[in-house]
């Protein structure tokens, strides 16, 4: 059922019809949440907390926030994931092809060249420990420093979401194009699986499938947008999920700006990009394009301080 789900939306021609897939503006099909509506405000670009949408899918447990990182903080995380997330020692896609030299950064090559055949070729960053995609298996000996302010947005939402122990440990970095694709799969790399994984879209509207534990069960299709945040917890964590199709959106979400200052003031040059047009531009017309998908994981167990290797498990 979710490959045959899978095929259908991905599916060029004929196009598939998308009246079935759930909006969050709909919540016929979902039970909102109660949240703690006392937490304290943070300094990330979210909404405030009691503005929060906050839906539990019945057939799959897990939480949807829905449309909850303003404009600001839409582009602040733009910013550090393309500027800033994709320079070394983080690890990417590019590393095996060595299309970046050794002492330029991604971002500034594409800008400085407008490379637009470089741009699109980053697929993945990872932070933290870094996620060994052959393995499938993390080490104390790939790993890199989290960022702290990544690190600080996630501890906060899984906090007012009820996860008062969550760690951001490890995050992986998708950069979507129109015509990218997720093949299904399940998230079981992490030794804590009874922690929450926590996903930020920016950019054009992906068409989510979440599924059941096998391939088996039929998928339910959901739009997520720009400044959507899925926290997969419980059984979900391990239920088979895919992005079949991206969609090209008429609304630039991140365009509807407002001066404030919710954002994390340790960054003032980002901020500062961010409240600038001409400086944000860039940014901007990548994600005109282009969709960005920052999903954060905890990879210790509550207590554990580092990874044990397969020698040390055996003493």
């Given at each position: 059922?979710?490959?045959?789900?899978?095929?259908?939306?991905?599916?060029?021609?004929?196009?598939?019809?998308?009246?079935k897939?759930?909006?969050f503006?709909?919540?016929?099909?979902?039970?909102?949440?109660?949240?703690?509506?006392?937490?304290?405000?943070?300094?990330?670009?979210?909404?405030?907390?009691?503005t929060?949408?906050?839906?539990?899918?019945?057939?799959?447990?897990?939480?949807?926030?829905?449309?909850?990182?303003?404009?600001?903080?839409?582009?602040?995380?733009?910013?550090?994931?393309?500027?800033?997330?994709?320079?070394?020692?983080?690890?990417?896609?590019?590393?095996?092809?060595?299309?970046?030299?050794?002492?330029?950064?991604?971002?500034?090559?594409?800008?400085?060249?407008?490379?637009?055949?470089?741009?699109n070729?980053?697929?993945?960053?990872?932070?933290?420990?870094?996620?060994?995609?052959?393995?499938?298996?993390?080490?104390?000996?790939?790993?890199?420093?989290?960022?702290k302010?990544?690190?600080?947005?996630s501890?906060?939402?899984?906090q007012?979401?009820?996860?008062l122990?969550?760690?951001?440990?490890?995050?992986?970095?998708?950069?979507?194009?129109?015509?990218?694709?997720?093949?299904?799969?399940?998230?079981?790399?992490?030794?804590?699986?009874?922690?929450?994984?926590?996903?930020?879209?920016?950019?054009?509207?992906?068409?989510?499938?979440?599924?059941?534990?096998?391939?088996?069960?039929e998928?339910?299709?959901?739009?997520?947008?720009?400044?959507?945040?899925?926290?997969?917890?419980?059984?979900?964590?391990?239920?088979?999920?895919?992005?079949?199709?991206?969609?090209?959106?008429?609304?630039?979400?991140?365009?509807?700006?407002?001066?404030?200052?919710?954002?994390?003031?340790?960054?003032?040059?980002?901020?500062?990009?961010?409240?600038?047009?001409?400086?944000?531009?860039?940014?901007?017309?990548?994600?005109?394009?282009?969709?960005?998908?920052?999903?954060?994981?905890?990879?210790?167990?509550?207590?554990?301080?580092?990874?044990?290797?397969?020698?040390?498990?055996k003493?």
């Amino acid at each position: 059922m979710f490959k045959d789900s899978f095929k259908y939306y991905k599916s060029k021609n004929p196009p598939p019809d998308l009246d079935k897939v759930l909006d969050f503006d709909n919540i016929e099909k979902i039970s909102s949440r109660a949240i703690d509506a006392q937490a304290s405000s943070n300094s990330y670009g979210l909404k405030s907390v009691q503005t929060w949408n906050v839906y539990e899918l019945v057939e799959h447990p897990g939480n949807f926030l829905n449309y909850e990182c303003e404009t600001i903080g839409q582009r602040y995380w733009t910013v550090r994931c393309l500027q800033d997330y994709s320079k070394k020692p983080n690890k990417t896609n590019l590393d095996a092809f060595n299309l970046v030299p050794d002492d330029k950064q991604w971002w500034d090559v594409c800008q400085n060249n407008n490379n637009k055949l470089l741009i699109n070729k980053l697929r993945w960053v990872t932070l933290g420990y870094h996620h060994d995609w052959d393995t499938k298996i993390y080490t104390e000996e790939n790993k890199g420093e989290f960022p702290k302010d990544l690190g600080s947005l996630s501890k906060y939402i899984t906090q007012v979401l009820g996860f008062l122990n969550f760690n951001a440990e490890a995050a992986i970095v998708n950069y979507y194009h129109m015509d990218s694709t997720l093949s299904g799969h399940t998230d079981y790399s992490e030794q804590n699986l009874e922690a929450p994984l926590v996903s930020f879209s920016f950019g054009q509207t992906a068409v989510f499938l979440l599924g059941g534990k096998t391939k088996e069960e039929e998928p339910t299709a959901m739009f997520l947008r720009s400044g959507d945040i899925v926290v997969m917890s419980k059984e979900s964590r391990l239920c088979y999920h895919g992005v079949p199709k991206i969609l090209q959106i008429d609304s630039r979400f991140w365009d509807c700006f407002e001066q404030n200052d919710l954002v994390n003031k340790e960054f003032k040059e980002i901020v500062n990009i961010c409240k600038e047009e001409a400086l944000w531009k860039p940014f901007g017309d990548y994600l005109s394009h282009s969709r960005i998908n920052i999903n954060v994981r905890q990879v210790l167990r509550r207590g554990q301080k580092r990874l044990c290797n397969e020698s040390e498990e055996k003493t």
